[in-house]
């Protein structure tokens, strides 16, 4: 039996083992940087495998070590995200979640079960392949800093160094069974924006008296879009987006201060800092010249995400060899962030789409939705498919 074939009767026989895994966590959610109970069952499910080595790192990941013959020919690493949200899950699934307010909705539980998963057949085929695969388990993605950041630090990327790294995540937009590629500039870069106007409040009836901070954060709103709608290249996607807005005045008070909430995404480092620095201008001088202050903070997310072309490339070619041309889809440009970024902005990437929807079983919800689930039959195909890539990977 060739390599393709036993990595899929592999897959197959561990399906049931692994959906079960997969509802195990998602009966079991834990938010991001607390993933205690997670970690220790992840290490416990290790423990009882062939890995050669195993560590701990930022506290709630988890580092496995899997060599085959001649361990240092090359390095290939493969990553998972352990998280969960605060979301409280609709879902009347058996294995819904018992943690009150806390959801897998992003599919990390799919990510972590598929990537047990690759782990146990990858321990099976221990004397099939030469090289090393390196198995990430890393918390909170989906907080800042990410936990992909605290990783990096701590050295995930060495000791030893992989040559190439991918990871997969849930796609409820594509059907189960098909996958998703896409080279080069594939995810945004996501800045926080908290912005504070303050001016002079009282009786709504006497504005020559007051500086009306509605009014400055109303001109605020409008002339920043001439960042991305003006200044910004045509070439270089960006949005701006303003989310929350609180003033907490009455029909016939203005309040001193109002509050404003948003978010800035690109594709270009450069562009993303002198945006950040055009905005500030702008919206303190519109303060200024209206007579009110502007207190206007980034906070500084996750970069862009880039997918290494020839490795994205070679990799989808891979995916159509393992699951037919039919199957293995291009993907768009997508504003979300992810903090699987910061990898790639060290390390040859891949991060590609595992379709899970079905809409003959209803199964349509985005991710971030408390009604988000998944065709487990995705599974399968998640935990052969990461694996084929691995070990293809490894023979160039
Ligand atoms: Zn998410
Ligand atoms: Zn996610």
């Not at 598929?114 to 918390?139: D, H, M, R, W, Y």
């Not at 849930?170 to 500039?185: I, K, S």
């Not at 594939?186 to 912005?195: G, P, R």
């Not at 519109?286 to 490339?313: H, R, V, W």
Request: aromatic share 8%; charged share 25%.
């Amino acid at each position: 039996m060739d390599l393709k074939d036993r990595i899929k009767t592999l897959s197959n026989q561990f399906s049931e083992e692994i959906i079960g895994v997969r509802r195990h966590l998602h009966a079991n959610p834990e938010l991001s940087f607390e993933e205690y109970n997670t970690a220790n069952y992840i290490r416990e499910f290790l423990g009882k495998l062939p890995i050669d080595q195993t560590d701990e790192m930022a506290t709630t990941g988890t580092v496995a070590i899997i060599k085959g013959k001649n361990p240092d020919r090359k390095i290939v690493a493969l990553r998972a995200d352990i998280d969960a949200l605060p979301i409280l899950e609709k879902n009347t699934a058996p294995y819904k979640s018992t943690n009150e307010g806390v959801m897998h909705a992003c599919g990390h539980d799919v990510h972590t079960s598929s990537l047990l998963g690759v782990a146990k057949i990858l321990c099976a085929l221990k004397n099939e392949f030469e090289g090393t695969v390196k198995l990430i388990f890393q918390p909170g993605e989906e907080k800042l800093p990410g936990g992909a950041s605290l990783m990096i630090k701590e050295g995930v990327l060495t000791n030893p160094s992989p040559k190439s790294l991918f990871g997969q995540h849930v796609m409820p937009l594509l059907p189960a069974g098909t996958v998703g590629f896409r080279p080069g500039m594939y995810m945004a870069s996501a800045d926080e924006i908290y912005v504070t106007v303050t001016g002079q409040g009282g009786h709504a009836a006497m504005p020559e008296t007051l500086v009306d901070p509605i009014v400055v954060t109303a001109y605020i709103i409008t002339a920043l879009q001439q960042v991305v709608s003006r200044m910004a290249s045509p070439k270089i996607p960006s949005v701006l987006s303003f989310g929350d807005i609180e003033g907490k005045g009455a029909t016939n008070v203005i309040p001193s201060e109002v509050k404003l909430k948003g978010t800035f995404r690109t594709l270009n480092e450069e562009w993303r800092m002198e945006a950040h620095a055009k905005m500030k201008k702008m919206a303190e001088g519109i303060a200024e010249s209206m007579g009110a202050t502007c207190d206007f903070n980034i906070m500084k997310g996750y970069p862009f995400l880039a997918n290494d072309e020839q490795l994205t490339n070679r990799s989808k070619s891979w995916a159509e060899e393992f699951l037919g041309k039919d199957k293995v889809v291009d993907l768009d440009i997508w504003m979300a962030a992810e903090d699987f970024a910061f990898y790639s902005h060290h390390i040859d990437s891949c991060f590609y789409r595992l379709g899970t929807r079905n809409d003959a079983k209803g199964i349509t919800s985005g991710v971030h939705t408390p009604t988000f689930d998944i065709d487990e039959s995705a599974l399968e195909l998640g935990v052969g498919l990461m694996t084929w890539l691995a070990l293809k990977e490894l023979t160039i």
